[in-house]
């Protein structure tokens, strides 16, 4: 029963493939069921960024496992494609895998190092799961051990120091691009974390005028009164803001384009010498590519913003080796706690066994002697708990031990103890042995 993390990320697949197999937060819900319905699939979890989509799963089978999460990844939800998604998927299991969950929550494989809305955004996921209960013990263990390394890089390392986020990063390729946003009139699309983060700066950077448009203009005013800067609307009133804006930072990710080439045109040829700097950090994207034929027309897409900012990034490059003891702390204890859950069941089944023999001997004792007083019986319960417990206490600790060490001498032992004492675990232990693939742990 291995884990796998089977997805798709900047680094395998660009904006345009990533955004085809993005999910809308309003059916991630639906389709943590779907996944947690695949025979295979013991448990899951999705984390879904702008930069990535990634399955974390425990599964019965490896190979069976990972070609229904696949298949999955090719049909839920989606249209056809005229390319093959294999082609920019990732597999990975065993330590593989909960290592790539330690990397990413500590922001060590964000787009931008040590990105800001990482955390959150695993923490997100792990929720998400919870609320579909397609989470079950090892997940749930993995995702709360990640949550703490993120939490553990940030607060005993600088890589999260020099805040670039991917909203603030926007901000900054808004400032390359127009020069000071000092009285600018800039317009917000999303009210999300995004829009939250990206408005916050803006009113930093001193812009002059800020409208935050949202298809739900109640969501655009909670954010306006938590920055107490701008205007609120929705989104009836965007081709007005076009009119007026000089940069636009998107970020609805909704399954349609928000900025079509008709209605930026449109907007253009009533400022048609007065230039517009779109950027868009959603997925999927909210900007028509086609916005960028339009004369005075600048558009950046998430995979624009990479080296955007890359020179404020070399304080947090300089914490990586930190950070990779942190993960390799949190990597060990995972990995031990891993390999130890083929231990519990033996001792857990073997335990059990023996208190219920001694519970009958002594019921059958007492039986025979009904005159003993309850001091007696006392004593006599005491000492057959501990002579139970003496005999079992080496065992325990020796099978728990190897489970740490090398799990196929720990099956191996299971097994054994498994004959002798009938503990009818022959099923668990056969779950347990891993598939054979190269660098698989647990």
């Not at 208190?355 to 000492?383: H, K, T, V």
């Not at 032992?413 to 779950?431: K, Q, S, W």
Request: net charge negative.
């Amino acid at each position: 029963m291995p884990i796998v993390c089977i997805g798709l990320s900047h680094h395998t697949a660009p904006v345009e493939v990533r955004e085809q197999h993005a999910f809308p937060a309003s059916r991630m819900g639906e389709a943590l069921v779907a996944l947690r319905d695949y025979p295979a699939v013991r448990e899951a979890a999705m984390l879904q960024t702008c930069g990535r989509l990634e399955i974390y799963a425990e599964i019965d089978d490896y190979e069976a496992g990972v070609a229904q999460l696949k298949s999955f990844l090719r049909n839920f939800g989606h249209a056809s494609t005229e390319y093959d998604i294999d082609s920019y998927l990732y597999t990975l299991l065993g330590r593989a895998a909960y290592e790539h969950l330690f990397r990413v929550a500590t922001g060590l494989d964000s787009m931008l190092i040590g990105e800001a809305e990482i955390l959150g955004q695993v923490k997100d996921a792990y929720v998400q799961a919870q609320h579909a209960r397609s989470l079950g013990k090892i997940l749930h263990r993995l995702f709360s051990e990640a949550l703490n390394a993120g939490k553990t890089a940030r607060s005993q390392t600088r890589i999260g120091q020099e805040s670039v986020s991917v909203a603030t990063a926007a901000v900054q390729a808004a400032q390359q691009r127009v020069g000071s946003l000092r009285g600018a009139s800039v317009v917000v699309i999303g009210a999300g974390r995004m829009g939250r983060t990206a408005a916050k700066r803006l009113r930093l950077e001193g812009a002059g005028r800020l409208r935050v448009i949202n298809r739900s203009s109640s969501r655009a005013h909670e954010l306006v009164a938590e920055t107490g800067f701008g205007e609120a609307a929705d989104l009836s009133s965007l081709a007005e803001a076009l009119a007026d804006a000089d940069v636009v930072v998107t970020s609805t990710g909704g399954a349609e384009f928000v900025l079509k080439h008709g209605g930026v045109a449109e907007a253009m040829a009533l400022r048609p010498d007065r230039p517009l700097c779109v950027i868009d950090i959603a997925v999927p994207r909210d900007a028509e590519p086609e916005i960028a034929s339009i004369g005075n027309v600048t558009l950046v897409d998430i995979d624009g913003l990479k080296t955007a900012i890359d020179e404020k990034l070399e304080m947090r490059r300089a914490s990586i080796p930190e950070v990779e003891e942190i993960i390799e702390e949190y990597k060990a204890r995972f990995g031990q706690w891993y390999r130890s859950r083929a231990a519990v069941p033996v001792i857990a089944t073997l335990t059990q066994k023996a208190e219920s023999i001694r519970a009958a001997e002594l019921e059958r004792l007492f039986a025979r002697c009904p005159g003993l007083s309850d001091r007696e019986r006392m004593l006599i319960a005491g000492m057959s708990m501990t002579i139970v417990s003496k005999l079992l206490h080496s065992v325990i600790l020796k099978i728990r031990d190897k489970a740490t060490e090398n799990v196929a001498e720990a099956l191996t032992h299971a097994r054994v103890l498994d004959e002798l004492f009938e503990l009818n675990l022959a099923d668990h232990i056969a779950g347990l042995l891993p598939p054979v693939v190269a660098d698989v742990d647990g």
